[in-house]
């Protein structure tokens, strides 16, 4: 449904930047504003009072500030969030004491809230908690309105929509302005000031881009997963060609050379996916290709080209006795890295049971690579290692990886399904009991599976942990009493 906006207010652009970040949840603003009105947000050249940059923001803020007055010198503007009051808060001298921890909470001196104070007639500070909402297609102003507190005509005006997200999601709004009522300092100012330092150094540097997203994600901010800059190929689609040696005779590669150019992108590889690779342990004449140490001892010899040369198998067992010894090898995993044209003849296959070997294709090694690229932290190698049994494994892999898969999948389903039935504040329960029956309703729906109530409020509790942050929750007294709201997608 739409909501027709007609008032608007003015506040300086930084001021405007850091609500619709969700910095900021409150602003000093000299006109009255009833609860529950909304306008537009428009960012103002000007600072109250005519007070200097260096008066009114606090020091670390101050570079982005001047950046943001640079940034609405010119029309057109774009309006991007509007806001809705949620509160008037009236802070009359009996309240001054929590002057000082509305400042550490935002991003003015102390110095300036002071100020406005002393310059109120009747000695009292007019602040509003604005609960702001980003638009789905930015509002484009051609020219400059009145100062303050504005109106727009029909023939100016631009709706909002009830679909428009909100820049803080519903528990991060809650808590925040919970201990802004309470006098209390935001707990997380540490994290927002390095986020925008972050912030700042991804509009230079792309690979900051991933990190500044996801700790906003964290902080509970509504914003854009970002566009990662890499080219349209991912670095372990070479896996494959250097283990084929397709680019051989393009590139005039010496084949020394593609031999050490496919080892040194499998060495990439495994320590991409989370094993640790000893490096006293580099290829060559008579020396190991590639030795892990952790999790669990793994060695690798690595062959590229057109075949799997006979006996690679005893040359692995041999070379692994010579640099291990006989105890560390055998209680090592040994696997063979092959073309994915090269099919093993019956006496390397006869080999690697024997000597419990086990050979896979470059194209297995890049599955592993990519599945971790696409999804950080999913290769578990402890869950992994089962499937590294003797013999060609590359069906046990593709069963690995099916596995990883369908398991993130059903996270996903999960947290769609905690979506479906709201946050706190809203009029639907997330209580335990209600979550595992709608995540069990979905699964059955789109995967033919059930899981037991035990599993589901297992898999909550990891999805709403801090170091997953996909899902909130709020411990109950049992597990029936827990509570869970959506965070950010899977």
């Not at 900021?24 to 006109?31: A, C, D, N, Q, Y």
């Not at 507190?149 to 709004?173: E, G, H, Q």
């Not at 995993?333 to 994915?340: A, R």
Request: glycine letters at 4%; a positive charge.
């Amino acid at each position: 449904m739409n909501i027709y906006i007609k008032n608007g207010i003015q506040l300086p652009a930084f001021d405007v930047e850091m609500l619709s970040q969700g910095k900021l949840i409150i602003v000093p603003f000299i006109k009255t504003l009833k609860q529950g009105q909304t306008f537009w947000l428009y960012p103002s050249q000007k600072l109250p009072h005519n007070l200097s940059l260096e008066e009114y923001y606090q020091p670390q803020y101050l570079t982005s500030a001047k950046s943001a007055l640079d940034r609405y010198t010119k029309f057109p503007l774009n309006l991007i969030t509007w806001a809705r009051c949620e509160k008037y808060w009236r802070i009359n001298p009996s309240q001054k004491y929590l002057l000082p921890k509305i400042a550490q909470s935002s991003i003015w001196n102390l110095s300036a809230l002071e100020y406005f104070f002393s310059k109120s007639k009747n000695q009292v500070l007019k602040l509003y908690i604005l609960r702001v909402y980003r638009l789905s297609i930015p509002h484009v102003v051609n020219v400059a309105t009145s100062s303050g507190f504005f109106y727009w005509s029909k023939t100016v005006l631009n709706t909002a929509s009830d679909d428009d997200v909100p820049v803080i999601n519903t528990p991060s709004f809650s808590e925040r302005r919970k201990l802004l009522l309470a006098g209390k300092v935001y707990s997380h100012l540490d994290l927002e000031a390095l986020q925008l330092q972050i912030q700042l150094a991804a509009q230079h540097n792309p690979n900051f881009e991933q990190l500044n997203y996801d700790i906003q994600q964290f902080l509970g901010c509504y914003c854009y997963t970002p566009t990662l800059q890499k080219s349209s190929k991912s670095i372990w689609d070479r896996i494959s060609e250097l283990g084929d040696r397709s680019q051989e005779q393009e590139q005039k590669k010496s084949h020394y050379q593609a031999g050490t150019d496919f080892e040194n992108i499998t060495r990439e590889a495994l320590k991409f996916i989370g094993f640790k690779v000893d490096e006293s342990h580099k290829g060559g004449a008579g020396g190991l290709d590639l030795y892990c140490s952790q999790p669990y001892p793994l060695v690798i010899e690595c062959k590229s080209g057109k075949s799997i040369p006979s006996r690679t198998v005893e040359e692995l067992i041999k070379l692994g006795l010579i640099h291990l010894g006989r105890d560390e090898l055998i209680n090592s995993h040994k696997l063979i890295v092959s073309p994915n044209n090269a099919n093993p003849t019956l006496d390397t296959k006869k080999a690697a049971k024997e000597f419990k070997v086990s050979i896979i294709k470059a194209m297995s090694l890049q599955k592993l690579a990519e599945l971790q690229e696409k999804y950080p932290g999913s290769i578990n190698l402890i869950e992994l290692k089962p499937y590294l049994t003797p013999g060609v494994i590359d069906n046990q892999i593709q069963e690995y990886v099916d596995k990883v898969n369908k398991d993130i999948k059903v996270r996903s389903y999960i947290v769609k399904a905690v979506k479906e039935l709201g946050i706190p504040g809203s009029e639907h329960e997330s209580d335990a009991i209600a979550a595992v029956y709608n995540c069990n309703c979905r699964l059955a729906t789109q995967e033919d599976l059930k899981l037991d109530t035990s599993t589901v409020h297992d898999i909550l509790i990891e999805l709403s942990s801090p170091l997953t942050g996909y899902l909130g929750r709020i411990k109950g007294t049992d597990w029936k009493t827990d509570k869970f709201y959506f965070l950010r997608d899977l």
